[in-house]
Protein backbone atom coordinates (compact mmCIF):
# COMPACT_ATOMS: atom_id res chain seq x y z
CA UNK A 1 0.00 0.00 0.00
CA UNK A 2 1.24 3.17 -1.09
CA UNK A 3 -0.03 6.84 -0.37
CA UNK A 4 0.94 9.64 -1.71
CA UNK A 5 0.38 12.83 -0.35
CA UNK A 6 1.03 16.42 -2.15
CA UNK A 7 -0.68 19.40 -2.04
CA UNK A 8 1.38 21.62 0.80
CA UNK A 9 2.90 25.12 0.72
CA UNK A 10 2.71 28.89 1.84
CA UNK A 11 -0.12 30.58 2.46
CA UNK A 12 -0.61 34.12 4.43
CA UNK A 13 -2.89 33.32 7.19
CA UNK A 14 -6.69 33.58 5.97
CA UNK A 15 -5.48 31.92 2.97
CA UNK A 16 -6.10 28.41 2.11
CA UNK A 17 -4.52 25.28 0.42
CA UNK A 18 -5.70 21.88 -0.85
CA UNK A 19 -4.15 18.55 -0.09
CA UNK A 20 -4.65 15.42 -1.70
CA UNK A 21 -3.67 11.98 -1.17
CA UNK A 22 -3.89 9.53 -4.08
CA UNK A 23 -3.65 5.54 -2.95
CA UNK A 24 -2.63 2.42 -4.68
CA UNK A 25 -2.53 -1.02 -3.21
CA UNK A 26 -5.52 -0.63 -1.42
CA UNK A 27 -9.30 -1.14 -2.11
CA UNK A 28 -9.89 2.34 -2.09
CA UNK A 29 -13.42 2.66 -1.45
CA UNK A 30 -13.74 -0.04 1.30
CA UNK A 31 -11.39 1.96 3.71
CA UNK A 32 -11.43 5.16 5.98
CA UNK A 33 -9.57 7.61 5.38
CA UNK A 34 -7.35 10.20 7.33
CA UNK A 35 -5.23 13.19 8.01
CA UNK A 36 -3.47 13.79 10.48
CA UNK A 37 -0.57 16.74 11.39
CA UNK A 38 2.28 17.28 12.96
CA UNK A 39 3.59 20.54 14.07
CA UNK A 40 7.40 21.25 14.76
CA UNK A 41 8.21 19.44 18.20
CA UNK A 42 4.82 18.28 18.92
CA UNK A 43 3.09 14.86 18.72
CA UNK A 44 1.22 13.89 15.00
CA UNK A 45 -2.78 14.12 15.73
CA UNK A 46 -5.47 14.14 14.15
CA UNK A 47 -7.49 16.75 11.51
CA UNK A 48 -10.42 14.72 9.86
CA UNK A 49 -11.75 11.11 8.93
CA UNK A 50 -13.70 9.88 6.00
CA UNK A 51 -15.64 6.61 5.83
CA UNK A 52 -15.59 4.28 2.53
CA UNK A 53 -18.35 5.62 1.08
CA UNK A 54 -17.81 8.94 2.08
CA UNK A 55 -20.80 9.53 3.94
CA UNK A 56 -19.54 9.37 7.28
CA UNK A 57 -16.73 12.18 8.18
CA UNK A 58 -15.30 13.28 11.80
CA UNK A 59 -12.98 16.38 12.41
CA UNK A 60 -11.30 17.46 15.27
CA UNK A 61 -12.27 20.83 17.01
CA UNK A 62 -10.12 23.19 15.84
CA UNK A 63 -10.90 22.51 12.23
CA UNK A 64 -14.34 22.16 12.35
CA UNK A 65 -15.97 25.03 10.00
CA UNK A 66 -12.59 25.50 8.53
CA UNK A 67 -11.77 22.00 6.88
CA UNK A 68 -13.41 19.63 4.35
CA UNK A 69 -12.40 16.21 3.99
CA UNK A 70 -13.89 14.73 0.80
CA UNK A 71 -12.93 11.70 -1.12
CA UNK A 72 -13.04 10.56 -5.21
CA UNK A 73 -13.30 6.73 -5.22
CA UNK A 74 -13.00 6.33 -8.92
CA UNK A 75 -9.39 8.29 -8.52
CA UNK A 76 -8.49 6.55 -4.92
CA UNK A 77 -7.94 10.05 -3.63
CA UNK A 78 -8.65 11.74 -0.51
CA UNK A 79 -8.75 15.52 -0.35
CA UNK A 80 -7.97 17.85 2.69
CA UNK A 81 -9.28 21.56 1.88
CA UNK A 82 -8.63 23.82 3.71
CA UNK A 83 -9.91 27.27 4.37
CA UNK A 84 -9.54 30.12 6.86
CA UNK A 85 -5.74 29.04 7.69
CA UNK A 86 -3.95 30.08 10.71
CA UNK A 87 -0.06 29.84 11.73
CA UNK A 88 -1.26 27.55 14.14
CA UNK A 89 -2.02 25.01 11.67
CA UNK A 90 2.04 25.26 10.70
CA UNK A 91 2.20 20.95 9.99
CA UNK A 92 3.47 18.44 8.24
CA UNK A 93 0.20 16.82 6.95
CA UNK A 94 -0.12 13.25 6.89
CA UNK A 95 -2.77 10.98 4.98
CA UNK A 96 -3.35 7.55 6.43
CA UNK A 97 -5.34 4.32 5.79
CA UNK A 98 -6.04 1.70 8.65
CA UNK A 99 -5.59 -2.11 8.00
CA UNK A 100 -8.79 -3.33 9.66
CA UNK A 101 -12.12 -2.40 7.62
CA UNK A 102 -14.49 0.28 9.44
CA UNK A 103 -17.91 0.49 9.41
CA UNK A 104 -19.33 3.19 8.15
CA UNK A 105 -20.94 4.74 11.70
CA UNK A 106 -17.63 4.64 12.95
CA UNK A 107 -14.11 6.42 12.06
CA UNK A 108 -11.05 5.93 13.79
CA UNK A 109 -9.10 8.72 15.18
CA UNK A 110 -6.06 7.57 17.03
CA UNK A 111 -3.05 7.30 15.44
CA UNK A 112 -2.52 3.93 16.54
CA UNK A 113 -5.39 2.67 14.88
CA UNK A 114 -3.96 3.51 11.38
CA UNK A 115 -1.23 1.70 9.73
CA UNK A 116 -0.52 3.50 6.18
CA UNK A 117 0.89 6.60 6.18
CA UNK A 118 1.93 9.31 3.37
CA UNK A 119 5.24 10.64 3.43
CA UNK A 120 3.69 14.08 4.65
CA UNK A 121 3.27 17.30 2.99
CA UNK A 122 4.37 21.09 4.61
CA UNK A 123 1.67 23.44 5.36
CA UNK A 124 3.22 27.05 6.65
CA UNK A 125 1.19 29.34 7.68
CA UNK A 126 2.42 32.96 7.88
CA UNK A 127 1.04 36.00 10.13
Not at 23 to 39: D, E, I, K, N, T
Request: charged share 15%; hydrophobic share 30%.
Amino acid sequence: VQLQASGGGSVQAGGSLRLSCVSSGLPFGRYVMAWFRQAPGKERVFMAAISGSGRTTDYTDSVKGRFTISRDNAKNTVVLQMHSLKPEDTAVYYCAAPYLYYSESKNPTQMHEYDYWGQGTLVTVSS
